[in-house]
């Protein structure tokens, strides 16, 4: 599964471009599912509820299937990207994601200073003071301009309602 | 001559302190967002979005838009400082920029950049002034036929110009009609593609999937190889700007085509990027000076940061006169204005005259208020980028969620940015353009509104869309920009069966 350009290894370009062509089409089949439910007929206000999707979807199929038969017959040997590159890309995701679900249930402010932190730490090397400056300094700053300034409520967590903001 | 007393009011409106204080920071904010890597004009505008519903209708979209110059003249300064584009737009100024810089004439290559910019913008928001009105005028007389004859024409001008393979335009943009399509029908209010999942009841947000797909998408693209920026100084002084405007004038025929081909680009929907590149190759063929191109020419860079920023500027035309964005960031102010309880197009010009004017009048204003910030200010731009990309990274992430959950108060709407900038990490990996995925989702709806109402009213039968001149004509033009690219290459044998001549290679579907 994997292709190899000057000793580096990593997903082939061919097979992830044909993954994704293929992923699009199913998401095409579930719109014209979805369509079905909802009536792609003619009914007392017009065209019904799934009419115009039904067709989106069709044109989905028929588009994914061409996209994903020129990606198998292209005489395509580059990689995708590196499995180094990837690794990269999942540092970056993976906390990410974390921070994204911690959000309910600390709020947005103690998420992000945690993973600026993080970030800065174990990416950036930086020192533990540098750290903590930009992660404590840039919440605060969010918070002034956000809600101070333009009035927008941003979500919070037990350590908002302990200080009482 | 109305329109002259009318852009006279909007410059009234515009030049009321408060608009003038939120000119300013958009200007900045955007340079800003032009100079960050995984922030673009798009993205940078959806995450300040929400930052402007407190604020009144026309202040609003006048820091949104000069949040848009903003990054329109921010990408100039990393291509000619280092190399690196802030926005696809910029690469084409790299030819020339960046070997200019390494001479030491960074000073004249940005003095010509942001000039030209500004020339480029001026000559559009001119036509603008001239032209919208006329063409609200014209489409008042639209009916759903008409106004879906509008949307395939931009539509298929996306799929027949795209630089991408054809099917994947298709592709993008059906994804978008699709997303569009989830949650309530605004006919019948019945419910479809939610498959009983309660938070697709309100169906997917715009604002959420430009933020993940250009936002995160962009930064999960960066991350791959981690940046490096080489730090370096950028000074721009008076007499260097002098010197530079005074050899400008000689090539005001650059300025003139590159401002026409960013006008047509901006307009059609093709957009600013393919607008540089264009003007830069033309530029390259005419010019006395073509061999020089790419070696440090100045000519080489004010050709596509005049269309560019033309592009970029003329963009805002159809959106305003006829609710069709020709750009991924007009598509953002065009929600902005519907969120706003605006409705654009025709009607615009007619029951909200001191907005549309006051938003021309801050374009003008804008754009000389942005030259003379950019010229001013840019050795502390240059300085943000020599902040590394491991602190600026993840405030830009956290920006990203900021944004994402101020539009609806809600988390799960943070988790869908994520989820659309995996989406677009991956499309735009694998060649799918993004612009028409977004334009879609702003504009499938009404689309589809115009579509069924069409249909309504002629019992289905499909002739409503010939049924007469104008809609027939409209229909047409749409059909030909589809097929413009066979059209094109078949005219191209065509005459070189004609003059017996090989055919020049050209871009073939990868």
Request: glycine letters at 12%.
């Amino acid at each position: 599964m994997s292709a190899s350009t000057d000793g580096n290894l990593g997903p082939s370009h061919k097979l992830v471009e044909a993954g994704v062509a293929l992923l699009i089409g199913i998401v095409g089949i579930v719109v014209i599912i979805g369509s079905i439910r909802a009536g792609i007929g003619w009914g007392a206000e017009g065209p019904r509820a799934g009419f115009f999707p039904f067709y989106i979807g069709l044109f989905i199929v028929l588009s994914s299937a061409i996209n994903l038969i020129s990606a198998l017959r292209a005489r395509n040997h580059h990689l995708f990207a590196e499995w180094g590159q990837l690794g990269h890309v999942m540092s970056v995701l993976i906390p990410s994601a974390l921070f994204v679900g911690a959000m309910p249930f600390i709020g947005l402010y103690v998420s992000s200073a945690l993973f600026i932190g993080w970030f800065m730490r174990w990416l950036g090397k930086y020192r533990w003071l540098t750290v903590v400056a930009v992660a404590i300094g840039a919440p605060v700053v969010t918070y002034l301009v956000f809600e101070r300034w333009f009035l927008v409520p941003l979500p919070k967590g037990p350590l908002e309602d302990l200080l009482g903001l | 001559m109305e329109e002259l007393t009318n852009l006279f009011h909007g410059f009234a409106v515009a030049l009321m302190p408060f608009n003038i204080l939120v000119m300013v920071i958009g200007i900045v904010l955007g340079v800003i967002i032009g100079v960050l890597p995984g922030l673009g004009g798009a993205n940078g505008v959806a995450i300040l979005l929400p930052l402007t519903f407190s604020m009144p209708p026309t202040s609003a979209i006048i820091m949104l838009s000069c949040i848009y110059w903003g990054a329109l003249f921010g990408g100039a300064i990393t291509s000619i400082l280092f190399n690196i584009p802030g926005e696809p737009w910029s690469v084409a100024t790299t030819f020339d920029g960046y070997p200019m810089a390494q001479q030491g004439k960074a000073g004249e290559a940005l003095t010509a950049a942001f000039t030209s910019s500004f020339v480029g913008a001026l000559f559009a928001i001119i036509m603008i002034t001239l032209v919208a009105p006329l063409v609200a005028r014209f489409a008042l007389e639209f009916g759903p036929a008409e106004k879906f004859a509008v949307y395939f024409l931009a539509f298929c001008s996306f799929i027949g110009l795209s630089k991408e393979p054809a099917f994947k335009t298709v592709a993008a943009m059906m994804l978008g009609f699709a997303l569009a399509a989830v949650g309530l029908d605004s006919m019948t209010g019945q419910l479809r593609l939610t498959f009983g999942f309660t938070e697709m009841l309100n169906g997917f947000d715009f604002l959420i999937a430009v933020i993940g797909l250009f936002g995160i998408g962009e930064i999960l693209l960066t991350m791959e190889d981690g940046l490096s920026f080489r730090g370096s100084k950028a000074k721009i002084n008076l007499r260097v700007v002098l010197q530079t405007w005074k050899e400008l004038p000689r090539y005001w025929m650059t300025s003139l085509r590159s401002s026409v081909i960013g006008c047509w680009m901006g307009i059609t929907p093709a957009g600013a990027t393919p607008a540089s590149f264009m003007s830069y190759g033309i530029a390259k063929r005419v010019s006395k000076n073509g061999k020089n191109f790419g070696h440090g020419e100045i000519e080489g860079v004010i050709a596509p940061e005049t269309a560019a920023h033309a592009a970029g500027t003329a963009a805002l035309l159809p959106m305003l006169s006829l609710g069709v964005p020709g750009s991924p960031t007009a598509a953002v102010l065009l929600g902005g204005l519907l969120i706003w309880g605006l409705q654009p197009g025709p009607m615009l010009f007619v029951e909200q005259k001191e907005f549309v004017w006051g938003l021309i009048a801050s374009m003008y204003l804008g754009n000389i208020v942005g030259l003379l910030i950019v010229l001013t200010c840019v050795p502390f731009f240059a300085a943000i980028l020599r902040i590394p990309f491991s602190i600026v990274a993840p405030l830009i992430l956290v920006l990203c969620a900021i944004g994402a959950y101020s539009v609806h108060n809600s988390t799960f709407d943070v988790m869908l940015m994520l989820v659309f900038g995996v989406i677009g990490y991956l499309l735009k990996k694998c060649n799918y353009p993004l612009a028409p995925l977004v334009l879609a989702i702003v504009l499938g709806d009404k689309a589809e509104e115009a579509f069924r109402q069409s249909l309504l009213a002629s019992q289905g039968a499909l002739g409503v869309f010939f049924s007469n001149g104008l809609v027939g004509t409209i229909m047409a033009l749409g059909l030909i920009a589809l097929f413009w690219s066979p059209l094109n290459a078949g005219y191209a044998r065509l005459r070189s069966a004609a003059t017996g001549r090989p055919r020049p290679a050209g871009p073939g579907y990868e």
